[in-house]
């Protein structure tokens, strides 16, 4: 069994030719790659947000292994759900690296095995085009997040630097999030820079704080707290702002727009 596309043909291409001229225009030539431990890029469709994201991916060198975390937007399968499958995508299937996917549920309370939350999950899928592009070698561990406490997300950040550790080679972890939803432009940007804000200070609690007490509709705030916990496990140091824009960019109507930024986290 290996996991099918969803939305191929909708959020990007689903011919193969054409997608990969599409990532060709959306990933700049860049010399001046980063060393990342964790990268944050937006999940909408190619058209809103692709450049965003392929901005950021040719900001970073992307290493064979790459852990996605994505929030959960349809309810199903486990809050910490681990894929186990290999998966099927319009440029060639995408292994699952299962040693590393089993030292993360393995030495686990939250993660575990389970791929009825992936089987329809777009937040995930829209970003290995982007890594298979620029990364022939790609394995992937995918993980869609349920709504967590801040104490489950720090646990789980924990427990994954740890599993990353014990893996002893380079890996990448992308957190897929959207920011904010549906409000005019000058509102979603301040929103958005109050936590921005807090991303590039390295301070996930605030962030979390942030997100809810302000009711900013940053959908993937799980998984983004979670990675950056583990990108301070890991010793990260410094987080850079890629890009930040909105759907109105590519539509035109700025009264109710969709944020996106991309981030890198070092």
Same mark, same amino acid.
């Given at each position: 069994?290996?996991?099918?596309?969803a939305?191929?043909?909708?959020?990007? $291409?689903g011919?193969?030719?054409?997608?990969?001229n599409t990532?060709a225009?959306?990933?700049?030539?860049?010399?001046?790659?980063?060393?990342?431990?964790?990268?944050?890029?937006?999940?909408?469709?190619?058209?809103?947000?692709?450049? !965003?994201?392929?901005?950021?991916?040719?900001?970073?060198?992307?290493?064979?292994t790459?852990?996605?975390?994505?929030?959960?937007?349809?309810?199903?399968?486990?809050?910490?759900?681990?894929?186990?499958?290999?998966?099927?995508?319009?440029?060639?299937?995408?292994?699952?690296?299962?040693?590393?996917?089993a030292?993360?549920?393995d030495?686990?309370h939250?993660?575990?095995?389970?791929?009825?939350?992936?089987?329809?999950?777009?937040?995930l899928?829209?970003q290995?085009?982007?890594?298979?592009?620029?990364?022939?070698?790609?394995?992937? !561990?995918?993980i869609?997040v349920?709504?967590?406490p801040?104490?489950s997300c720090?646990?789980?950040? !924990?427990?994954?630097?740890?599993?990353?550790?014990?893996?002893?080679?380079?890996?990448l972890?992308?957190?897929?999030?959207?920011?904010?939803?549906?409000?005019s432009?000058?509102?979603?940007?301040?929103q958005?820079?109050?936590?921005?804000?807090?991303?590039?200070?390295?301070n996930?609690?605030?962030?979390y704080?942030?997100?809810?007490?302000n009711?900013?509709?940053?959908?993937g705030?799980?998984?983004?707290?979670?990675?950056l916990?583990?990108?301070?496990?890991?010793?990260?140091?410094?987080?850079e702002?890629?890009?930040?824009? $909105?759907?109105?960019?590519a539509?035109?109507?700025?009264?109710?727009?969709v944020g996106y930024?991309?981030l890198?986290?070092?």
């Open positions: 069994m290996k996991r099918q596309p939305v191929a043909g909708q959020f990007y $291409d011919d193969p030719i054409q997608l990969r990532l225009g959306l990933i700049p030539d860049n010399s001046n790659k980063i060393t990342a431990k964790v990268v944050v890029s937006p999940h909408a469709g190619y058209f809103y947000s692709g450049s !965003v994201a392929g901005e950021t991916f040719a900001s970073t060198e992307i290493p064979e790459v852990i996605i975390l994505g929030p959960n937007h349809h309810g199903q399968g486990a809050p910490m759900a681990v894929g186990i499958q290999d998966w099927v995508m319009p440029m060639g299937d995408v292994r699952l690296n299962r040693n590393l996917a030292k993360i549920t030495n686990s939250l993660f575990t095995p389970d791929d009825l939350a992936h089987q329809f999950e777009h937040s899928e829209v290995v085009p982007f890594l298979q592009y620029v990364q022939e070698n790609l394995s992937i !561990v995918p869609v349920s709504h967590l801040f104490d720090h646990l789980a950040g !924990v427990e994954l630097a740890a599993a990353i550790k014990i893996y002893n080679k380079p890996v972890i992308v957190a897929s999030t959207d920011m904010t939803h549906y409000e432009r000058q509102r979603a940007t301040q958005d820079h109050l936590a921005l804000e807090d991303i590039l200070n390295l996930p609690p605030a962030l704080s942030t997100v809810l007490s009711r900013i509709s940053m959908c705030i799980m998984p983004t707290t979670i990675a916990t583990a990108a301070i496990e890991l010793g990260a140091t410094q987080a702002l890629i890009r930040y824009t $909105d759907s109105g960019e539509a035109g109507d700025t009264s109710k727009v930024a991309g890198v986290i070092s």
